[in-house]
């Protein structure tokens, strides 16, 4: 009899696909010692976004996380998820960082580093295979599935010989977009088992179309040995297939597995409790995703497009953005829709819409893409679309991290007023301002969290009730951040910002929509300082005078890095189309441009401000 094995995501891509990533390592803790014991053949618990929600949204160190679970998984090898050269970024990194970050993350424990590249480029493999290797890992290869006229049998068989010969240990077939079906499961897997026996095989789905659990039981038929599943609290939906039905369905079918039924059940148990505490829904399977065949777009991106056309306003507009997805697909030369092309590919598509003119504001990333610095389009894209996105320049033709200097150094030079331990480094040279908000957080003993956790939400909605309950309901969802003595904390959405301070709570409106809670006390001076947000109508403007507006909900930045000095200033004279600041949104960069020639009077927002669609950002005068 055949054995199946499985590696449990309930730590890492569960949450990432259900919970925005905000599940904190505190309530991992208490179940760890089950999981460790029921019989999985490894556990995903670290990688993907785990590592900047970590700091960005959680007040924790990723690092320190995965010493904890080193300590805590006393049998389970532990198992990551890497973006090749973008690490676990938006943005490629130059050799020496992915060097370092892939031999600490290693002699951190991991033991298994799965790693992909969202075109299947080997070219942005490499360097991570290698690292991995030589620290002693074991490196699972992976090739991204996806549907398009140019991802044939050919390209999928070429990809895991590319990373057979790179020497990677297993192979991968990865399905982030929930769209494998069970036949081209079946037919991908046996073409892999025919050409390289020796070589064990993983599938990794998401369930976003409701065919997981059949894919999982054809790629076991044709070979496979090991398969992605969550404990089904955070299965379901966007998220992996359920560990529980799928157990029984592989031992009616004739395969053993090592898997404990009644740990399971606990472990389950378990999670339905906290995702009953923090408000989440179990993951569901929309209509709209069961149709990806016929709209092309994968589940985990529709939700992505929608929050943030509902950010904008214009959740309305849902379809034309979807109509747009596979035509902006085309121009790029078929791209995966995965992190990061699945932003590209998005935003564009939103931009599209929103600006009712293809191609008028293009992001710096969709910029890079046509550039080819995230590697080799699947297909070419033609002369138009390249000449209307990036003019007369030419597209590079070598690896593109090539062309990136060394940052480890500078990252250490610039980097040392708040910290010299080399993993912090490492953090900073991949996300240099989010690590440098979260370590002056640390140091200054204040936390900058969103409150995007549902019940947290449903508190603050509820504040003209009963404020005290409500807010020891927050508190108790951070209690764990207390035992680290951080006496204050600053919570912020574009609705609502909260101050606690040991134990005395102080809350304050913030943007325009808090309204309800405009009596706010006086004691909330941390935040009291934030510039209030503006809407178009209170701009008081003379007759010679503009605003530039931000295109798109994101985060203000006056400069293009931390250190640099802002795009413009009050007192510059800008020409039309200069770059005055960036917007981020949907983790890409846009570079906004003047829509006039004039003189900037007024900078109406503060660096590192949350923007609204249409929010005046400046005062230019004629
Ligand atoms: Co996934």
Redesign the pocket.
């Known amino acids: 009899m055949n054995k199946i094995s499985f590696t449990d995501?309930t730590l890492r891509?569960g949450p990432q696909?259900l919970w925005a990533t905000r599940m904190r390592i505190e309530d991992m803790l208490p179940i760890i010692e089950k999981i460790d014991n029921a019989g999985y053949a490894s556990v995903e618990v670290w990688g993907g976004a785990t590592f900047d929600v970590c700091m960005r949204y959680l007040g924790e160190d990723p690092w320190e996380r995965l010493r904890t679970f080193k300590k805590c998984f006393k049998k389970t090898p532990l198992q990551m998820l890497l973006r090749g050269q973008t690490l676990v970024g938006y943005q490629q990194s130059p050799d020496d960082v992915v060097e370092a970050f892939v031999t600490r993350a290693i002699e951190n424990g991991i033991d298994i580093m799965r790693i992909f590249d969202a075109l299947n480029s080997i070219d942005n493999m490499r360097v991570a295979i290698r690292a991995a290797k030589k620290a002693g890992g074991k490196v699972q290869g992976s090739v991204v599935y996806t549907l398009s006229p140019v991802h044939t049998m050919e390209h999928y068989l070429k990809t895991a010989q590319d990373l057979i010969d790179e020497g990677v240990d297993s192979l991968c077939l990865?399905d982030?977009g929930g769209i494998l079906t069970p036949q081209p499961t079946y037919d991908i897997i046996k073409m892999w088992k025919e050409h390289f026996p020796d070589v064990p095989v993983q599938l990794?789905t998401?369930f976003t179309c409701a065919m997981a659990p059949a894919c999982a039981l054809e790629a076991a038929r044709a070979g496979a040995e090991i398969i992605d599943t969550c404990s089904a609290p955070l299965a379901f939906g966007s998220s992996?297939p359920p560990i529980e039905p799928l157990v029984r369905s592989f031992e009616e079918c004739g395969f053993t597995t090592d898997m404990d039924m009644d740990l399971l059940w606990d472990i389950a148990d378990y999670f339905e409790d906290l995702r009953a505490k923090y408000g989440y829904e179990r993951g569901v399977n929309k209509l709209s995703d069961m149709k990806v065949f016929d709209h092309q777009v994968p589940g985990g991106m529709i939700s992505n497009l929608v929050s943030q056309l509902r950010q904008q306003k214009a959740e309305h507009r849902l379809d034309e953005v979807l109509a747009e997805v596979p035509k902006v697909r085309a121009d790029l030369g078929w791209p995966p829709l995965v992190t990061p092309c699945s932003q590209i590919v998005g935003i564009q598509s939103v931009l599209n819409v929103l600006t009712g003119q293809r191609y008028k504001l293009v992001p710096d990333e969709v910029k890079a893409f046509v550039k080819g610095l995230y590697g080799p389009s699947p297909a070419p894209i033609t002369e138009e679309i390249r000449k209307k996105i990036i003019g007369d320049e030419q597209p590079i033709s070598c690896r593109p991290a090539d062309l990136l200097p060394a940052k480890m150094d500078e990252a250490k030079a610039e980097i040392a007023d708040l910290t010299s331990d080399y993993d912090q480094i490492i953090a900073y040279a991949m996300f240099p301002m989010v690590t440098r908000q979260w370590l002056e957080g640390m140091r200054d003993g204040t936390y900058k969290i969103d409150l995007s956790l549902p019940s947290a939400q449903a508190a603050l909605n509820n504040e003209e009730g009963d404020m005290d309950m409500n807010l020891k309901d927050i508190k108790e969802l951070i209690s764990a951040l207390d035992s680290k003595e951080i006496n204050e904390f600053v919570f912020e959405d574009d609705k609502f910002k909260l101050a606690i301070r040991k134990g005395v709570v102080a809350a304050a409106g913030a943007a325009p929509a808090a309204a309800p809670v405009a009596a706010a006390p006086a004691a909330a001076a941390p935040v009291a300082a934030a510039p209030a947000a503006v809407e178009a109508g209170e701009v008081a403007l003379a007759a010679n005078q503009k605003t530039i507006v931000s295109p798109i909900v994101g985060t203000f930045y006056a400069a293009p890095a931390p250190d640099a000095a802002p795009f413009v200033k009050e007192g510059d004279v800008v020409a039309k189309g200069q770059t005055v600041c960036i917007v981020e949104a949907m983790k890409l960069f846009n570079q906004i441009e003047s829509d006039y020639a004039g003189k900037i009077v007024k900078v109406l927002v503060a660096n590192a401000e949350a923007v609204e669609y249409g929010q005046p950002l400046f005062i230019i005068e004629e």
């Open positions: 995501t891509d696909s990865k982030m990794h998401h992996q």
